[in-house]
């Protein structure tokens, strides 16, 4: 087995063999539909849209056996302060070696890419469902046990509201709902700004509520990641990221002008993710009931974190 550390766009024939690699992980969608991730032939440009990006691949005679990604990179803490942590997403092992030597080597290069570049927190987040979860696989060789930290709520919502919801949110610079967030969702844990232009294919617009007690960011993944269906059509989805709110009605006025705009720009559906704790229950129920929302529950591991601090998570869709 090989393995390649990419930083920047991998060869040719192995962007080829990732295409294929990729083909093979395939996520239901409803009873009879199902899709599949592009990251494209550049590959790393979703990664690196959210910091100082490392892609590893265990590759054996042209074929992907394994991937996985770890990204350095900012997190506003509870108490305000900015942290450097890593975040280890996109772990994949083609079928039939999830528990073998693919597994132990991508974890290996983790571990051992963290110890080089220096200690931090580690964090990674995991779709409920999941055949093997971290607690299975850390914990062991020298790799920390990564344990749940908080549970999310992933939704997609289809954009068929009505187009004056627009006017519930107005477009702000960047820096102000930024500092806008901070200040709102103050006590949680959440992700520092990063480089959209890297991954969204529209100019990300961000938003913020008449009241300015609510705001985010809408952007699509398209430039470094798609969704395809199983019949080869794209599924095309934008994202509310950069989500803040003082109170639950505040975030549905942002998701609500969101989905509206959203669909201004042609897309059919939008992803936003929730805390979901009992404070967002009531949001939580009334866009899956009343909204038509489809909603994927997931959980967020992790290690060198005090796991028992009880904060919320506030985590963007666009980096899942």
Not at 171 to 190: I, K, M, T
Request: aromatic share 8%; proline share 5%.
């Amino acid at each position: 087995m090989n393995l390649h550390r990419l930083e920047t766009s991998p060869p040719e024939w192995l962007g080829i063999a990732l295409e294929e690699f990729e083909r093979e992980f395939r996520y239901p969608l409803g009873e009879r539909a199902s899709f599949h991730v592009v990251h494209g032939r550049q590959y790393v440009a979703f990664f690196q849209a959210m910091g100082e990006a490392m892609v590893f691949v265990v590759e054996r005679e042209g074929r992907v056996l394994g991937t996985v990604a770890v990204i350095r990179r900012r997190l506003r803490s509870p108490k305000g302060k900015k942290t450097p942590v890593y975040y280890v997403c996109d772990l994949k092992v083609t079928r039939g070696r999830a528990g073998g030597p693919v597994l132990a080597r991508l974890m290996h290069a983790v571990r051992d890419h963290i110890l080089r570049t220096g200690l931090a927190p580690v964090y990674g987040i995991v779709m409920d469902g999941t055949a093997r979860l971290p607690t299975q696989y850390t914990g062991r060789v020298d790799i920390p046990p990564f344990e749940p930290m908080a549970q999310l709520a992933v939704l997609r919502i289809s954009t068929e509201v009505n187009d004056s919801w627009a006017e519930a949110c107005e477009s702000a610079s960047r820096d102000r709902v930024d500092h806008l967030r901070e200040y709102l969702n103050l006590g949680a844990w959440s992700s520092s700004a990063c480089s959209s232009e890297l991954r969204s294919e529209m100019t990300a617009l961000p938003l913020m509520s008449q009241c300015a007690d609510g705001c985010g960011v809408l952007e699509d993944t398209r430039l470094g990641k798609r969704l395809m269906m199983h019949d080869g059509t794209e599924m095309k989805a934008a994202h509310l990221s950069w989500l803040g709110c003082g109170k639950p009605i505040a975030a549905m006025a942002v998701i609500q002008s969101a989905r509206a705009i959203a669909r201004q720009q042609g897309f059919p559906s939008l992803f936003v993710s929730l805390p979901n704790t009992e404070s967002f229950a009531g949001l939580i129920r009334s866009l899956v009931r009343r909204h038509g929302a489809l909603l994927a529950p997931a959980t967020v591991y992790g290690t060198g974190f005090p796991v028992k601090d009880g904060a919320e998570w506030w985590v963007n869709t666009s980096e899942i």
